[in-house]
């Protein structure tokens, strides 16, 4: 006998149309926070392990009722393992310009990240093996993701009968840049157009190649510091020989160890860092002479400018970023430092005294990982066995298919900034001319922030990619 009596729950409910999420409005849009089931192994699904994929999807106001019809643009952030915040307002920034064209937005937390399953000392199961944690960890790079983007992309625009209207854009900054072109190796016929800004990746098999060309931007970075202020050359001296000398403890329970305060240097890739790092040196050069000791105040701040601790993965996954078939990255920054740029970024202070200048300026460090991390870091000391496992793990896959990359033919618009200390400007310029139709935008204006530091950024670039701007 049939049943006629089929209830809601009953029937599937199209993504868009579900009255069961939350909602509510910022200025010039209205949120929708959405979730997606997605597996962990996405070439290997029948295993059953699944994780939770977090995004908030922004409509403009007023064009609610056109959820069905408007376009997605998607937005990949940099890192790895950084979540993507809620704005305050879509009315300016990168937003407003997409909006402007026409789009609605989706924010993604990346797998790993914010709410989309995050990884951390007190969700990887304590339970397993080490060798296990480190093989579930494998599945958060960024072939991975784009195949959560892929899921997403299908689950939203169902229904759809135009194909073209069932292609999403997307925006990439710094690391979400270097999905994007992954996006365009594996799924480049679900792309409408990509726009990546700080973040067209070298297409290389392991980092060391990598970490060569940005040490040397940082030597560069350093000496532009120092000349701004010159004297913080004699301040940041007399902090590292004090923290040489002194065990200091962090209020998080970390170390402020010499190196750690030396990473600092990685503020000097954004716009405002030099201000940025100067105060903090300033600051503690007074406590120092006041109390010969960092202050309580001066310490939170400077755990604070660091995000290891908060987000894991940025340190146990980040060379993997760059590696591909089969190639352990084997702490490639700290080899590297140690085999080419020791004596331009030492820290122990007698090999500092022995130096054939003594009073040359002590050296910041960049965007590296180092294994002493693992125990300055009161957070990564926890993770310490399943980061050893990562940097010596060979299984890493294929990130990039380069003739599929040649012959591309989704149009994208890329800046890349002659200045960045992130992402090297000659391996980015590389990668772009072997990209089939990459129309690249490049400039000094702007350091590895530029996208968050002007509009301008965004708009331009949409501007490349209508034929508004032809004299490049």
């Not at 990240?113 to 599945?139: C, K, M, R």
């Not at 010499?258 to 000097?268: M, V």
Request: charged share 25%.
């Amino acid at each position: 006998m049939q049943n006629d009596n089929i209830t809601q729950s009953d029937v599937e409910v199209h993504e868009l149309d579900r009255d069961d999420i939350e909602t509510y409005f910022i200025s010039g849009g209205k949120v929708f926070e959405r979730y997606f089931e997605c597996p962990l192994d996405h070439l290997n699904p029948s295993d059953g392990r699944r994780l939770r994929i977090f995004a908030r999807h922004i409509v403009p106001l007023g064009k609610e009722e056109r959820m069905h019809e408007l376009p997605f643009i998607l937005f990949l952030k940099g890192g790895p393992g950084f979540e993507c915040r809620l704005p305050a307002s879509v009315k300016s920034g990168w937003y407003s310009t997409a909006i402007d064209e026409g789009y609605q937005i989706i924010l993604l937390d990346q797998r790993g990240t914010g709410q989309s399953s995050p990884i951390n000392s007190g969700t990887l199961d304590q339970s397993l093996a080490t060798v296990e944690n480190v093989e579930y960890v494998t599945h958060f790079r960024a072939d991975d993701i784009v195949r959560d983007c892929e899921h997403i992309r299908k689950v939203l625009c169902s229904g759809r009968t135009n194909k073209a209207s069932t292609k999403i854009a997307l925006i990439g900054q710094s690391f979400g840049g270097f999905c994007i072109v992954t996006y365009l190796s594996l799924f480049p016929d679900s792309i409408s157009k990509a726009f990546i800004t700080g973040g067209v990746p070298p297409l290389v098999e392991s980092p060391d190649a990598v970490y060569m060309a940005t040490y040397q931007r940082m030597i560069t970075r350093n000496r532009q510091y120092y000349v701004t202020f010159p004297r913080d050359i004699s301040r940041v001296r007399g902090i590292i020989e004090h923290l040489n000398k002194t065990e200091v403890g962090l209020p998080d329970g970390g170390r402020l160890s010499p190196r750690r305060f030396q990473q600092l240097g990685i503020k000097f890739g954004y716009t405002g860092g030099f201000n940025a790092v100067h105060q903090i040196v300033f600051q503690a050069d007074k406590d120092l002479e006041r109390m010969g000791k960092l202050s309580t105040h001066t310490l939170t701040e400077i755990a604070g400018m660091m995000s290891f601790d908060t987000n894991p993965l940025y340190c146990i996954l980040h060379e993997a970023i760059y590696c591909q078939n089969g190639n352990a990255s084997r702490w490639s920054a700290h080899r590297v430092r140690e085999e080419c740029f020791a004596y331009e970024f030492e820290h122990d202070w007698d090999k500092i005294l022995a130096r054939k200048d003594p009073l040359a300026p002590v050296y910041f460090t960049g965007e590296s990982i180092y294994p002493w991390m693992l125990d300055d870091y009161a957070e990564l000391r926890k993770l310490k066995d399943v980061a050893i496992g990562l940097a010596e793990y060979t299984g890493w896959g294929q990130l990039y298919n380069k003739k599929v990359l040649a012959g591309n033919r989704t149009p994208v618009a890329g800046v890349t900034y002659y200045n960045d200390m992130f992402v090297d400007f000659n391996f980015s310029e590389k990668t772009s001319q072997s990209i089939g139709g990459f129309h690249q935008w490049v400039t000094n204006e702007y350091l590895h922030n530029g996208l968050s530091a002007s509009p301008r950024v965004s708009e331009y670039l949409f501007q490349l990619l209508r034929g508004d701007i032809t004299d490049l």
